[in-house]
DNA sequence: TCGGGAAGGACCC
DNA sequence: GGCCAGGGTCCTTCCTAC
């Protein structure tokens, strides 16, 4: 989409900086003396003409077209229709406000510049000086000395440079920021055993029991509670005491640094304190919200929430509409939630951008390998493996898949994550990223998932892999030269390999030699699978003509654990999706019943190359019976997880998918109004 | 009509 | 003089299969 809606003309005339906001142009604690106008230009003349700028402004033109959306709706509605929502509002609010409990006392502790602290405090030296803990690209704190000059998080550092020439850079050290943390944690401890930490330098507790146990106030629990974090870490933090968190983190920020401000549980205190609280001060609302409510309906006071309670309720969902409501009333959070479970675990990298394919599908290694750490760190798999994108462009893409079970492995991860790469190839990026979700616990693994089976199975199978965990694939361009960038593994290519290994102890069944895989005689997927199939009569009624009398003793002799596998592929009911009926079903719609590689639907290309494989395979296997001639593992690969370009049916992207783009989007509304 | 999956985006530090 | 703009998580919305 063009960027031309957000040029910086039309929205500042001859001070275009004024309408370019970025998240670092919002002022923070310690930066109320800053000359913002100054820093805001500052920014604007150092960003315009950047892919990153060029960005900032396209999603600024979808923000304005979502504000004049709201707006085109809301001279729609009638007399009538607000008469109506505001019955509705009215219900909601009094409902909301019957469940006000002004029982509790909670309190918000934030460490003041938490990193830049800890920096300062294992080396002085750095004391008094404008320090940002970061780099060039990226600020992660600024010290207090730094924010006087605009400086602050989320900025990038060149940025930094330039608004203070002298600003001093330090390395994150998370190590570092962890233990210092875990210090705090152990004064919170004292004060609620339940506390909810929401970052390494934030936390809720739940301070009632302390104040009735101990006969002392909010404020008396505040003072003490920093002194304790100032005596045992030597660090300050700002502290906010509230009826309810989301109050009390508003409150923590008001006297920072080193403060501490108390809301007393008086409901008219807290009708009050909120009247005049701007909403980008509530943890929720952020830029684009903000921008919404002011610019559709006027709000710039969590009051005028209120005020406007019809339209909120008209305008937006429910859930939304009660949020804003409960943020007019003062009403947050008072039981500290059950153990929340966490939801995904990623990780992400930013790089130079590059469209070198071979630099990419390493870099997506690592992040599998990464993944796999935290996943297994936590003893947690998952389902559903996303892979996000950021093209040259700041573009941002994601694409996923859900696999039949859950899964951890670095192997399986890349397996998947390739195939969606491959899918969006060739472009130049900037980032990736791989994000798991629908969460399991490995502990609680008493599924019957496939995928745990497999994965136990190929477990077995892991001696002869190479660094990075996966198979050595070799490749090679017309020159002859080794182009694999990475080492990219099939299930398919683990079939073979655990056919092989533990379907006969004879090492001399299966071996590598020069990168190469030889299958002695029929020891061959076709075969193996063969001997799977013939265990199951839903299988069995499925092949028809299938031949199955080609399994040579030695493939018989299976692996318990695998049998059982197979068992439970095939408890599934079969679907047929073969170019060749009655030799290879999708199990299921989704598991190959010759090999048991995996694959959903929506991989129909895929899943017909898959099909090639298998067919050729019988068709060499036809040929060569007598020949005993090996089969190379560079052909194998060849064949499983072509790189060749086959005309493949992309995996529908924003511009082209079942998504609406937002710009037709809201065409099509306007048509509707 | 409903639930789950996919994609995008908002928000946080 | 050109280059330099994070990482992680959750929620909302849309689509499609059932």
Redesign the pocket.
Known sequence: MSAAAGTPAEGGGDRPWQSYH??YTNAKAGMEGVDKEKVQKV?YE???G?K??EN?QR?EA??KQ?IEYLRAQCATLTDNDISHFQKVAEKKMLELEASRDLSKIWLHT?MDA?YAAVETLEDPSLKGKPLAVGS???I?TASYEARKFGVR???????GCKLCPGLVFVRPNFERYTHYSELTRKVFQRYDPNFIA?????AYLNITNVCIERGITGEEVATELRAAIHQETGLTCSAGVAPNRMIA?VCSDINKPNGQFILPNDREAVLTFVSTLPIRK?????????QMLRQVLGISTCQEMLQKAAFLCAL??E??AD?FLSVGLGLGGTETPEQ???????????F??TSDSSLLFDKLANLAENLTDDLQKEGLKG??L?L?L?TADFE???????TRGYINSKEDILIYATKLLKAEMPLSL??M?L?M??LHDEKDDSSTSTQKTLDIFFRSSGNDLNVNGANVQSSTNTSGQDISPISVTTKDEYLVHDAGTSASTDQQDFFVHDESIFIPEQRNLVSYSNEAVLSNPVIDDALGEAKLDDVTPSAKVMNAEKFDDVCQLTSHEATASSSKPGQQLWIDDYVCSICGFEL?P?FEEERQEHSDFHLAESLQHEETVDSKRPISNERLAERSCSTTPTPKKK?????E????P?DA?FAKCNKNL
């Open positions: 970025t998240a920014i150092m960003s315009k950047s990153y700028f900032e999603k979808l923000t979502k934030d938490f060039m690209s990226m992660a998080a989320a900025m990038p550092g060149f940025i929401t970052s390494l330098d934030e983190k509530i943890g929720g609302i952020g830029k684009v919200t903000e937006f969902s859930g939304s949020f929340r479970q966490r939801k995904s675990i990623s990780c992400e990298r930013t130079t951008a389902k559903t996303t996000k950021k941002v893409r994601t694409r996923a898949v859900t900037r980032l990223g994000r979700s629908q959903p929506g995996l529908k992207s924003s511009k998918g079942k998504h609406i937002i989007f």
